[in-house]
């Protein structure tokens, strides 16, 4: 088990940056990392990714230029800055762990094993 918490949610004027983070409760630094997200009435959706000796990354094509994610393996927290937010970002922001099929680039949510609770960033216009 790998305890996951997000937090840095907040409401944000679009066009401004916020930077979310994720707390892993014991060492992380193993596990290939994602984010992904939910907006009101619409599914979870793949944002970020990034493997466990931070080689690789890789983006959906809605945040690619304006979102990155990078990790702190010492402090085992993960982190997606985002500039340049946009109303449509309005969404539960989760942070999870890859437990399957990790050795490649994997936006699928059921290989995906641990995941947190979310934290809420709101964009408004």
């Known amino acids: 088990q790998v305890p996951l918490v997000e937090s840095g949610g907040r409401l944000v004027q679009a066009g401004g940056s916020l930077e979310i983070s994720c707390k892993a409760g014991?060492?992380?630094?193993?596990?290939?990392m994602a984010w992904f997200r939910q907006a009101p009435g619409k599914e979870r959706e793949f944002v970020a990714y990034?493997?466990?000796?931070?080689?690789?990354?890789a983006y959906s094509d809605s945040v690619k230029g304006r979102f990155t994610i990078s990790r702190d393996n010492g402090k085992d927290t993960l982190y997606l800055q985002m500039d340049n937010l946009k109303p449509e970002d309005t969404a539960v922001y989760f942070c999870?762990?890859?437990?399957?099929?990790?050795?490649?680039?994997?936006?699928?949510?059921?290989?995906?094993?641990?995941w947190g609770p979310g934290t809420q960033v709101t964009v408004s216009t």
């Open positions: 999870a762990a890859c437990t399957r099929n990790c050795m490649e680039f994997t936006s699928v949510q059921s290989n995906y094993g641990y």
């Open positions: 014991r060492p992380s630094h193993n596990y290939v």
């Open positions: 990034i493997d466990a000796l931070v080689r690789n990354t």
